[in-house]
């Protein structure tokens, strides 16, 4: 161990020099450009383009751009980045980490990496974890960018897609991480190629790269649609789950049991017993009561899992929002997933919005290493090495400080409970405020953080609070928290994206403890590095500073991971009594030691979540690579349409003929079929035609019959470009409605399938075994249903339709939005049905236009080919 350990540090003191010297060679360019006008400065980036068109690389011109950068900022910005921020701009552009303290200028550091990779022309993409800071950074630096001839743009989530399309195509790019995720699943829903707001993925420069890439990373991004409302069943569950008996310190007699590591619940058999009585059904865990009980275990998480003000929060919309326990900020438009919000919703007596289907999905770090060049900042990566090491192939390089931290960062005091850890926070914060020391009060959920404010109310010392619910005000209260005898309490939002900034007399007390800005922490967060951010906005740029953290035995991270070891430490001290405390360095070890776990938790849980998304990142590659294929074709797509009906025959024939040749009664079923589907009714095939041929004979007949139908289909739409409309609007419909039924039927699976570790099998196996199978089924499905529209669709002879605005697609985008937006697309007359009995609409209420009703038997083999009975497959009725 200590040898891995000596040869990192060695790797990072290699780096480090190399660095060094590439940062000197920057700056020898320092007195030639102060030298030049702002013209002539100005006219270097057109110049450095011309060299890049020519052949030069951006590492040639990185030591010249780095410089003009550099003289830019000094001359607008009234900012030099120093020799450690050069240093972290040449990690970034490396396409790597650079770890640099808090307050150590990663705004200014991006510039020059920025500058010179918008130089390509390919776009640069600037991702910060919040829209606020997007539009500050875009406004502050954009100026710098402007004055040297590049173009700057902000997307948000309230753009249009013309807007957005503009901000894309601009040489620097602000955005949210989620919002980039966002708009690229958007992107492969559209049908025009005018419609797509983004380039192709070039180069992305993360602030704050930890909380993006790692934190955020447990939850993929998901656009959804609406499903079938179940609200009474939410309530009837919530009320039941509300005349249950327990706690979390499981006894006899209690109701449920729950694990307090894993943070899960479960029924005891006392609580099942109740649940019967209470439903009125002999058995909660038969077959038939499947969904019954996910409410009721939906409901019991809801009621004894989450927390109120600390997992979600109620807003004065009667709307529950998720509180991200990274940040403390609301998740605004994200939801629980799986009935979770719902239930929540039920538990908080809250209107119930309905349950959503999954339409599309992605990870984020599946999109992230999409870019052709990832880099990001932070003041907090080293602990995460390993995982952007194997995630995203990229390594952290700690960067010195500017100056040296002269921070005071005192050990952990513990406390027996939590009542006598808020009492010591009061007295500590009482004693610096009357030293006129400005303090920073960092809780880890808006619960806490309101505690301590009635505290201080009670104590007569005026503060301030920033939290989810009054976060609008969080630029005002963070210019202020630096002046003399300010007190602030915030969740972890004040942990980064901006300075506090020291009023006058803060620095000058003759006590170093009352010396800057003190930090007090009023418990561990079960991540290090949001321990370390908070301890981080004290001490910048060589300032005097104090943190210290105030942790109880009753604390979350203590109860799961921790209270037992240092209980045993208490009591070996013979500490007794409520105010008794410990402060110790083994203390703060044994924590850490307990942040790690948590930490390799977290880790695994990401690690799964990419492991079943890269099941299914080559179809959406595939999928999404054949969509842009489509929407982009110049030409006339018959070639591809004719491949889909040979292999949708060749499905169809095979079917028929399970014994490699077809019997009477096979022939006749196979007439129905391709009568009903392909060809015209009665008399579109007849037993002669087919008696005594091979199957390739059969295929062959039937091909050439349905070829002859799409002829005089496409004889209707003489204009090419008509032509090209519709077959772009047929495919699209399908494989849309498709795609977005097969991955809400994954997403289901995904739930499921760890249940099949009690059998002994490999739960990601069994998916990937499972969804390989579905996706080849979703395929046949896919070109039965664009052949039989092709065969069956009515043509009207008009050159136009009426263009119909294609609607706006959000994250709850339906299925009928979809359609209609494929509709739109077409410049010939919609797809209408014949005069015949339109097919019930398959479940999500989608209706395929221009079908006949098929006459397939209920329970006979689906002409799609999927293998499923007609019932099972296409068809499905609602029962809405």
Not at 252 to 275: F, N, R, W
């Amino acid at each position: 161990m200590a040898n891995i350990i000596q040869q990192l540090i060695e790797n990072d003191k290699k780096q480090l020099k190399k660095l060094n010297k590439m940062a000197d060679k920057v700056e020898s360019y320092e007195s030639t450009f102060a030298a030049l006008s702002d013209e002539e400065l100005q006219a270097k980036t057109p110049e450095f383009k011309k060299r890049y068109q020519a052949g030069e690389s951006l590492d040639d011109l990185l030591y010249e751009a780095f410089a003009v950068a550099r003289e830019g900022a000094k001359r607008v910005l009234g900012l030099f980045p120093y020799h450690v921020q050069i240093m972290g701009g040449i990690v970034l552009h490396n396409g790597d980490v650079p770890e640099m303290r808090t307050g150590e200028g990663k705004t200014l550091t991006a510039t020059m990496p920025v500058y010179l990779n918008a130089l390509a022309g390919e776009g640069v993409h600037v991702v910060t974890v919040n829209e606020y800071l997007s539009a500050r950074d875009a406004t502050e630096m954009g100026e710098l960018y402007n004055w040297l001839g590049l173009t700057v743009g902000i997307n948000s989530s309230s753009k249009s897609p013309e807007e957005k399309r503009a901000a894309y195509l601009c040489d620097i790019t602000y955005s949210t991480n989620s919002e980039l995720g966002f708009d690229y699943l958007r992107d492969n829903m559209v049908t025009t190629f005018d419609e797509m707001s983004q380039r192709p993925l070039n180069f992305a420069l993360v602030d704050e790269v930890d909380s993006i890439l790692i934190d955020e990373a447990r939850t993929p991004l998901i656009i959804s649609g609406q499903a079938e409302s179940s609200s009474a069943l939410y309530i009837r569950a919530d009320q039941f789950v509300k005349t249950l008996v327990g706690r979390e310190e499981y006894e006899d007699g209690d109701d449920y049991k729950i694990d307090v590591q894993s943070k899960t619940i479960s029924l005891t058999e006392d609580g099942i017993d109740k649940a019967e009585k209470f439903f009125a059904i002999d058995n909660l865990y038969d077959l038939e009561n499947a969904a019954l009980t996910h409410f009721v275990d939906n409901s019991l998480r809801a009621n004894y899992i989450m927390g109120l003000d600390l997992d979600y929060m109620v807003d004065e919309n009667q709307e529950v929002l998720i509180v991200d326990q990274f940040t403390g900020r609301a998740m605004e438009g994200r939801r629980f997933s799986d009935g979770l919000h719902q239930a929540i919703e039920a538990k908080e007596a809250v209107p119930i919005q309905d349950e959503s289907k999954t339409m599309a999905s992605i990870t984020y770090q599946n999109y992230f290493r999409m870019y052709k060049k990832l880099a990001g900042m932070t003041g907090t990566g080293k602990t995460e090495a390993e995982e952007f090491r194997e995630i995203y192939n990229i390594q952290v390089v700690p960067i010195p400080t500017n100056k040296p931290v002269k921070r005071l960062d005192h050990p952990d005091l513990l406390y027996p409970t939590i009542e006598a850890k808020f009492a010591a926070v009061i007295r500590d914060v009482r004693e610096r405020h009357e030293q006129g020391q400005p303090i920073l009060i960092g809780t880890v959920g808006v619960e806490t953080s309101e505690i301590i404010s009635n505290e201080l109310v009670k104590a007569g010392i005026p503060h301030e609070v920033l939290n989810a619910k009054n976060h609008f005000k969080e630029a005002q209260i963070i210019m202020n928290a630096g002046q003399k005898g300010a007190v602030t309490i915030a969740t972890n939002m004040a942990g980064r994206g901006t300075d506090i900034k020291l009023g006058a007399g803060v620095i000058d007390h003759p006590d170093e403890e009352y010396q800057g800005l003190a930090v007090i922490g009023t418990e561990r967060h079960e991540s290090r590095r949001i321990d370390n951010q908070l301890r981080g906005r004290s001490g910048r740029q060589g300032d005097p500073g104090v943190s210290q953290f105030y942790l109880s035995l009753e604390d979350d991270l203590m109860r799961r991971f921790g209270s037992e070891r240092v209980a045993a430490v208490l009591d070996k001290f013979k500490i007794e009594g409520e105010d008794a405390v410990i402060k110790s360095r083994m203390i703060t070890n044994q924590i850490e030691a307990s942040q790690k776990r948590v930490e390799g938790n977290n880790y695994d849980s990401r690690k799964q979540v990419l492991q079943y998304d890269d099941v299914i990142r080559e179809q959406r590659e595939v999928i999404y690579h054949q969509r842009y294929e489509v929407i982009t074709a110049k030409d006339d797509l018959t070639p591809q349409l004719l491949g889909m009906f040979n292999r949708t025959i060749d499905r169809m024939v095979d079917g028929q003929a399970i014994l490699g040749k077809l019997s009477e009664s096979d022939m006749k079923d196979l007439i129905v079929q391709a009568e009903s589907n392909l060809l015209a009714e009665n008399g579109g095939l007849t037993e002669a035609e087919l008696s005594g041929k091979t199957l390739p004979q059969v295929k062959a007949l039937i091909f050439d019959k349905v070829k002859a139908i799409y002829d005089s289909q496409m004889e209707k739409l003489i204009e090419a470009n008509r032509r090209l409309s519709f077959q772009q609007a047929v495919i699209l419909r399908t494989v849309d409605t498709n795609w977005s039924e097969h991955i809400d039927q994954l997403d289901q699976m995904r739930q499921s399938v760890g249940l099949r570790g009690y059998a002994q099998n490999n739960p990601l196996v069994e998916y990937q075994q499972e969804s390989f199978t579905m996706f080849n089924n979703m395929v046949g499905a896919i070109e039965f249903e664009v052949t039989r529209l092709m065969m069956k669709a009515q043509i009207h002879p008009q050159t136009a339709t009426e263009q119909a605005p294609a609607p706006k697609i959000v994250t709850t985008a339906s299925l009928e939005d979809l359609t209609q937006v494929a509709a739109a697309a077409t410049t010939v007359a919609p797809l209408e049905t014949s005069a015949e009995p339109k097919p019930a609409p398959r479940q999500g209420g989608y209706k395929i236009a221009g079908m006949n009703s098929p006459k397939v038997g209920r329970n006979d083999p689906c002409p799609c080919g999927s293998g499923k009975k007609y019932k099972n497959c296409h068809g499905r009725v609602t029962t809405a």
